[in-house]
Each structure stands twice: as C-alpha cells, then as structure tokens.
C-alpha cells in the first residue's frame, strides 16, 4: 500500500503541467514565408551592405532556429515568386518553391543560409532569375495547394508575404481583380495571409492601394498597422511578432449567477521558459530508453499490479485508506468556470500575496453571443470605480477551486502599435491556510544621514525595466551550443551574459555615494574588499580566473590536463602557429588531435 498520497500535491503537479508550454506546443502550426524576387527587392540603402532580399532571408532563417528551440513540430516553407525559373509546373509561371511545408531543420537552415549570408547575386540570377510578369492570384493558389498536401492537423495555416510594392498589378485590373477574390478564398479556406512590408528609409507603403482589399482591412486597422520595417531589427520584431501564437490554454465561463454568464478565453502571459527534457540513450547504440516503475511487496517479494493496490494518508499515527471512487468524490469540487464572489478595492491587492503566475481573461464571443460588450462594460466599470472581481476558479474537472482576483488592465496603443491590450489579469490569491505570520520583528536603528546617502544613490542608480531587455544566459548558452553542433560550425557564439551589474557604470554614477556610505558605516574599503575575495596560490601570486578570451591560458597545462576542448578555435590555431605544428584539418576535433600529437599525451 503506498503511504505517500496527496490530493494538493497530485493537483499541483497536474496543473502545472497543463499550463506549461508543453501543452500548448503539442499543436502544430503551418507557415509559408513568401518572398518577392523581383528586382525592386534587390536594393540597399547608402549606408548597409544587405539588400531587402538578404534581410528578408536572414529574418526568415532566424524564424526557422527560433522554431526548432520552442515549435520543433511546426511545418515551415519558402516560396520565391518574381523569379525567372520555377520549379512548380506551366500553369504557375514565375514561382519557385525553395522548401516545401515541413519541420524546420539543420539541412533547411544551411540552404537558407546561402542567400542570407555572403549572398551571390550574379548567381542567383543564373539559377532563379528576375521576372515581373508574375500573377499574385496563381501565387495565392499554389500556396493554398501546398498546404491542402499537408495530411497532419494543423491548428493553424498561414502566409507571410515579404514585399517592397504595395501595388503589385497597378497596371493590370483583371490581375488586380483576380488577386483580392483569391484572398478571399484563402480567408474562406481557413488560411491566413499576413504582409510584411520591406522598404528603404524614408519609403511609405501605402496599404490603401492594394492589401486593403485583399487582407480586408478596414480604415481605422489601416490606421492602426505599424510602420514598414527600416531596419532589420525592426523586420525581424514584426515577423515574430505575426507569427507568435496567440492560442488560449483554455475557454471558462465567468458566472455572474445561475442565469447570467458570459465566455472567456484565458491565455498564459508569463511562463517559465525551461530547457529541454533531456533523453536517456543506450551507450552503445543510442536507441532511447524506457523507465519502468514496478511496485512490490516487501514480505513476499510479489510484483503488485494498479488494482492491488490503494492510496492512504497518515493521520495522527494512523493509516486511512481510500477507494478509487472516494478519492474521485474528494477531488470533485464541480464543472470548470469563473464564479463571481463580489468586488473590493484594487489598492487591498498587496505584493505579498501573490502564489504563482497567473493568466489573462479576454472575451470569447464564439461561445457565447454579446460576451465582448459585457466583457467591456464590465471592464470599464472596474476601472472608473478602481474595483476587483473576487471569483472561485475551476480550470479543469477533478482539480481543486483557487481564489483569484480578476484585475482590470486599460488598453494602451503607442505610435499606431497596441502596447498593452483590454482585459483583467488572473491573480492566484492564498487561502488562510497558506499565510504564515511573523512572530518576530527586528528593531533597526534608523540614521538618517545614511538614509539620506543611500536615497541620492538608488536615484543615481535608477534605469527604465523591462523583462525584454534581459534573456535567460543559461539557455542562450544551451541554444547556441546546440546550434553549433547542427550546422556544423567551428566557433560557437558568444553569450552576452545582461544580467550582471555593469560595476564600471555604478561606479561613475554613484560611486561618490557608495564611499560616503562605507565611511558612515566603517565598513571594509572596497579596495579591501576585492583583495580578500581573491585566492592565492602557494607562492602568494594571486590566481586570475581563466576565460576562453584570457590570452594568459597556458595551452601545455590546459593539454596535460586533457582540457583542450574547452578552448577556442582561435586559441588552438594560435598554439599551433607558435609552436610551427602541421595540421591538417581546421576542425576544433582535428588541432586537438594534432596538439595531443606534438606534446605526446
């Protein structure tokens, strides 16, 4: 009999399970980036060496190794049109498809490399060519025949077309014509068409002209798209910007009584980013391997199978057990929804209640008919009146209710672009049973001059936050290491590590402050400070810590050591030029082996 259950506990792990990304990612998306090939995008500005063609590629590359690290199973393709040649077939003139719909991979990305990086017009030329005869309603449809060839599920189809013309048929309204009906279609069939304009500085792209009908935009979403991407960064941003799923984790009715009720969609805004599971492999023939977990009885020996066995807890010395249908009885709180409890003030929501991350409610009017005007009268009536909502929360049938306070957000919209959307975030609120108390309070002396010190140096040191600005080190690290190995690269790129203090700044803007305050609290010099962290050797030198840009790296003790990996290229390369070694190869694999060689280890 297993002693160690635990309703809260088999809850918590349940749940966090189905609101982790893995739950969302195990739905498949379709992509098909569309790049114009015709003349006008083989340009660049004055002062960048990149055409509008290469930085298209190089953003569509970086979307292919973004989808390996977090949707490995999404299918991703490439369709040139405004080429010369075309692989399709006589009734598709002036399309070529690069890559068909597939999962993104290492080969895929090394093909697109080529037009990315060091990029050979002249040969591009030869093998694809340039054309302005192309038809945007035949490109349309052999996209959507792409896609109809796909036999997976996919929960979402998508086409991101890059263009610099934002009147491709100005000259032809029969193409014209023919290009809005069939994206429409696409619209009809479930496919959506996304346009990322591509434009030099200073350049317009006038929606109004063309895509207007075609994506069916009104005058005010006209008004509210963002400006064509300048530059890459800002290309770059609006691809992942598009292509970011916008999938809710689940739909919840919020109750406002047995008669009245309106749908919801709750999105996750906030998780953690994890690495990946790692895999346990044979060592001889890397096939995978199984666990297997087998319960038996400690007297006999004999292997106990799931009916064999019952739950129980420990309470005050002894063992109660349960039935099957008793604990599904105990974790049967009722049907998944929002039910309202009432409203209190938005200033008794403290920092210190706050559980684990929460989720945004927004409104879902498939569901239910009039939710979105509810939804926003309700919203704004929470913000005049500076109110809450207090609701019980059952996201899922057999786990247990949570209070949450729902928390109204006003909508803000920066420069044409939505900044922070409507809706009220879900804040997981404690029970009385998951608060603890303080029984004892320290006294401190307060000094105000060192208040007054330290005061002048938080302003000093004040800097505009946002969680955008920071990435995990730890799993760029991880991704580029993994890259490297995948494309085969020598070198792999260096992390930039934002998340430790830059102690040079600090130290010019409130260096002045710091001292004061170590001289009012007589506290160790910082000079002191640095010299008593550092570690000598036996001869009393001091240690200097080794980086793999040190130039001070003694390559023999790192080659005695068997340490020769964890050097560079560059310093490998260095050591054998020194040294005069003949190496054949320019692998890292190859000048360790050579080096291994000439000192005989």
């Known amino acids: 009999m297993d ?45 960048e060496d990149k055409t509008l063609f290469e930085k298209c590629m190089k953003a569509i590359q970086n979307m292919y190794q973004q989808k390996i690290y977090g949707s490995d199973k999404d299918f991703l393709g490439i369709v040139f049109f405004g080429t010369e040649q075309n692989n399709t077939s006589e009734d598709f003139p002036h399309i070529y498809t690069l890559q068909e719909l597939d999962q993104p991979s290492a080969e895929r990305i090394k093909e697109i490399e080529q037009f990315s990086t060091n990029f050979d017009f002249k040969n591009f030329r030869q093998e694809y060519g340039n054309s302005n005869e192309y038809a945007l309603n035949k490109v349309f449809w052999w996209c959507s025949n792409m896609f109809s060839l796909i036999t997976q599920k996919l929960d979402t189809r998508r086409i991101m077309l890059f263009t610099r013309k934002d009147h491709p048929h100005e000259n032809d309204k029969t193409l014209e014509k023919l290009a809005k009906n069939k994206s429409k279609d696409l619209y009809d069939v479930g496919i959506i068409l996304e346009v990322v304009p591509v434009v030099l500085e200073g350049e317009k792209f006038d929606f109004s002209k063309f895509y207007a009908d075609a994506l069916m935009l009104s005058e005010e979403e ?28 689940t739909h919840l009715n919020l109750e406002f009584d047995n008669n009245l009720s309106i749908s919801c969609s709750v999105f996750n805004l906030v998780r953690e980013c994890s690495k990946p599971t790692k895999i346990k492999l044979d060592k001889k023939t890397n096939v995978e391997t199984k666990t297997v977990t087998r319960r038996f009885n400690p007297d006999t020996g004999e292997i106990l199978f799931a009916s064999d066995t019952k739950l129980a807890l420990d309470i005050f010395g002894k063992r109660i057990a349960f039935e099957q249908d008793e604990i599904k009885s105990i974790k049967r709180f009722g049907n998944p929804a929002l039910r309202l409890i009432g409203f209190k003030d938005l200033k008794t929501i403290k920092p210190y209640l706050y559980v684990k991350p929460g989720h945004f409610l927004y409104p879902d009017e498939k569901s239910i008919e009039g939710s979105t005007t509810l939804f926003g009268a309700l919203l704004q009536k929470c913000l005049e009146k500076e109110k809450f909502i207090l609701c019980e929360m059952i996201c899922r049938i057999n786990t247990p209710p949570r209070l949450v306070a729902l928390y109204p957000q006003q909508e803000e919209i920066e420069e044409k672009i939505q900044m922070i959307p409507p809706g009220f975030h879900v804040l997981y609120l404690p029970f009385a049973d998951d608060i603890r108390q303080i029984d004892r309070m320290v006294e401190t002396k307060k000094n105000p001059e060192v208040a007054e010190l330290f005061t002048k140096c938080i302003n000093k040191l004040k800097f505009k936050y946002s969680p955008e600005d920071f990435k995990n080190p730890a799993l760029q690290k991880l991704w580029f290491e993994i890259e490297a190995i995948a494309l085969a690269r020598e070198e792999t790129e260096q992390v930039e590590d934002l998340t430790l203090p830059d102690n040079s700044r600090i130290e010019k803007r409130a260096g002045h402050f710091l001292d004061n305050i170590i001289s009012e609290l007589r506290l160790p010099e910082k000079s002191a400070q640095a010299k008593s962290k550092r570690k000598t050797d036996q001869s009393g030198g001091t240690l200097i810590k080794k980086t793999k840009n040190n130039e001070e790296i003694d390559v023999m003790s790192e080659a005695k050591a068997g340490t020769l990996e964890k050097l560079t290229v560059a310093k490998l390369k260095e050591f054998i030029k020194e040294q005069k070694i003949s190496a054949k190869g320019t692998k890292k694999d190859d000048l360790v082996r050579e080096i291994y060689a000439y000192l005989g280890l």
């Open 222 to 249: 006209i008004k509210l798209l963002p400006d064509p991407a300048e530059n890459f960064e800002e290309l770059e941003k609006t691809v992942r910007s598009k292509d970011h799923k916008r999938r809710p984790y």
């Open 3 to 47: 002693g160690t259950f635990g309703f809260e506990n088999d809850f918590d792990q349940e749940y966090d399970d189905q609101i982790g990304s893995n739950s969302i990612s195990s739905l498949r998306d379709g992509t098909l980036f569309l790049v114009d090939c015709s003349s006008s995008m083989f340009v660049r500005a004055e002062v």
